[in-house]
């Protein structure tokens, strides 16, 4: 692979949605968005990939084999990011999947299987609190009637999000792609977290990915003059809404050895004067972990605390699930084949699971799927800092094009594998064992 030329259609992409003091915004949906797939479309015809766009706004692009009625192998991630975010959250996978049909173009490499890089709709939840819209309407794991309600900051419904880019609330479902479609799935991305970089070790090989629950709360206290309202007969919803946010930190501490984080990231406050005892709150609490129990653990403690409060600040707590996915377990038949490789390379690596939810963790339904991560400097990610060194990248990418060869199956032979030096050290456990 061209290390060079991947950096540079980096370079362009991240041009899209870029503010010099306040990271990367292309939210899902949003103009930003959809600019960067118009890059990417155009980038994919230039190499002589056919590409369509699904009814959830997923963009497909293929690569096709020589041999007819075979299913496809497939790469990618996504281009939406969080609000002022950073250069290579999803943009990584998406960009190395270009990068690894232009490579294969250049050295004339065709393969019997097609070849897929996808770049999938609404990954990151910044715009409407739910994630990986696009990867669970292709693998049929979405509810269309959980988007109904969906509203962003600005008002705007997500019905009304996609009718922007030309597309329909009630067709959504039809970017279900059956079983039989996809032969494998591999999504390249940042670790995320400091693991790797700690550990000096090239990639990560998830072999599970933690789930979210996620759970909106309206908190209804009673508006009043913050000065002629005695203390011990104010109904403050924000003062609930502080005591919930202390008990999701206190909950999650409590299972920490389990891995299980909890966060409360969204707070809207209503007046919002500092003269009137806050009526009511919004806010949105992400509860992750690989282990079902121990994320239920935290959730009924914070469904404890709402009952606590209910009785005794006189508040009206209502609770709306947004999402509550199940852990998932990758193929165990793609982590060693994986592990094999980068031995074959020399890339040394560490199987692990991933704490963040991805879009592979969807593919997982819908076709055996690997995650391979890079490491991230100082674990920073959501954040216009993120980085990871082109040289982690390349290392990245070397492993993504071994494995998407050996499922599409070469027709000129076998592709001699690089070695990118470093030895074969590799090490098996979980990120949450780190210190």
């Known amino acids: 692979?061209?290390?060079?030329?991947?950096?540079?259609?980096?370079?362009?992409?991240?041009?899209?949605?870029?503010?010099?003091?306040?990271?990367?915004?292309?939210?899902?949906?949003?103009?930003?968005?959809?600019?960067?797939?118009?890059?990417?479309?155009?980038?994919?015809?230039?190499?002589?990939?056919?590409?369509?766009?699904?009814?959830?706004?997923?963009?497909?692009?293929?690569?096709e084999g020589t041999e007819i009625g075979l299913s496809a192998v497939a790469c990618g991630s996504h281009l939406d990011t969080v609000y002022e975010g950073g250069p290579f959250d999803g943009t990584l996978g998406v960009i190395a999947?270009?990068?690894?049909?232009?490579?294969?173009?250049?050295?004339?490499?065709?393969?019997?299987?097609?070849?897929e890089v996808i770049s999938f709709a609404?990954?990151?939840?910044?715009?409407?609190?739910?994630?990986?819209?696009g990867s669970k309407a292709m693998s049929g794991l979405l509810d269309p009637s959980m988007l109904v309600q969906l509203e962003d900051k600005e008002g705007i419904s997500f019905s009304a999000a996609l009718s922007s880019v030309g597309l329909e609330l009630q067709r959504i479902t039809e970017a279900r792609r059956s079983r039989g479609e996809l032969a494998a799935f591999f999504e390249l991305h940042i670790e995320q977290g400091p693991v790797l970089e700690r550990r000096k070790l090239d990639v990560g090989i998830a072999v599970g990915i933690a789930a979210p629950f996620r759970l909106e709360l309206t908190i209804q206290g009673k508006?009043?003059?913050?000065?002629?309202?005695?203390?011990?007969?104010?109904?403050?919803?924000?003062?609930?809404?502080?005591?919930?946010?202390?008990?999701?930190?206190?909950?999650?501490?409590?299972?920490?050895?389990?891995?299980?984080?909890?966060?409360?990231g969204v707070c809207d406050v209503h007046p919002g004067a500092m003269n009137v005892v806050p009526d009511w709150v919004s806010l949105k609490i992400d509860v992750r972990g690989t282990i079902a129990e121990s994320r239920k653990t935290v959730v009924d403690?914070?469904?404890?605390?709402?009952?606590?409060?209910?009785?005794?600040?006189?508040?009206?707590?209502?609770?709306?699930?947004?999402?509550?996915?199940?852990?998932v377990l990758l193929d165990e038949r793609l982590v060693r084949s994986l592990s094999e490789q980068c031995d074959?390379?020399?890339?040394?690596?560490?199987?692990?699971?991933?704490?963040?939810?991805?879009?592979?963790?969807?593919?997982?339904?819908?076709?055996?799927?690997?995650?391979?991560?890079?490491p991230s400097q100082g674990g920073l990610s959501?954040?216009?800092?993120?980085?990871?060194?082109?040289?982690?990248?390349?290392?990245?990418?070397?492993?993504?094009?071994?494995?998407?060869?050996?499922?599409?199956?070469?027709?000129?032979?076998?592709?001699?594998?690089?070695?990118?030096?470093?030895?074969?050290?590799?090490?098996?456990?979980?990120?949450?064992?780190?210190?």
């Open 122 to 133: 609404c990954e990151e939840s910044a715009r409407f609190g739910v994630s990986t819209i």
């Open 1 to 63: 692979m061209n290390i060079a030329r991947l950096e540079s259609l980096f370079i362009e992409m991240n041009h899209i949605g870029e503010s010099a003091d306040h990271g990367i915004t292309r939210l899902a949906y949003s103009e930003e968005h959809w600019a960067a797939n118009q890059y990417f479309i155009r980038k994919s015809r230039e190499l002589g990939m056919s590409v369509r766009i699904d009814a959830a706004g997923n963009v497909i692009a293929r690569r």
């Open 301 to 327: 403690r914070i469904n404890e605390k709402i009952r606590q409060l209910e009785r005794t600040r006189g508040l009206t707590i209502d609770t709306r699930i947004l999402s509550n996915e199940e852990p």
């Open 97 to 115: 999947g270009l990068e690894l049909v232009a490579s294969l173009n250049e050295r004339g490499i065709a393969t019997c299987r097609p070849i």
């Open 223 to 264: 508006a009043s003059h913050s000065g002629t309202t005695p203390m011990n007969m104010r109904h403050d919803a924000l003062i609930g809404a502080a005591e919930i946010i202390l008990e999701v930190e206190r909950a999650a501490l409590a299972e920490r050895e389990h891995g299980t984080v909890a966060t409360a």
């Open 382 to 435: 959501h954040h216009k800092d993120e980085f990871s060194s082109m040289d982690q990248v390349a290392k990245g990418a070397a492993l993504l094009e071994q494995a998407v060869l050996l499922y599409a199956e070469p027709v000129s032979g076998t592709v001699p594998g690089m070695n990118m030096g470093g030895g074969k050290t590799h090490e098996s456990g979980q990120a949450k064992d780190i210190v």
């Open 344 to 374: 074959e390379l020399g890339i040394s690596y560490l199987t692990m699971m991933s704490g963040a939810g991805h879009d592979a963790m969807n593919m997982a339904a819908l076709c055996p799927t690997g995650l391979i991560f890079v």
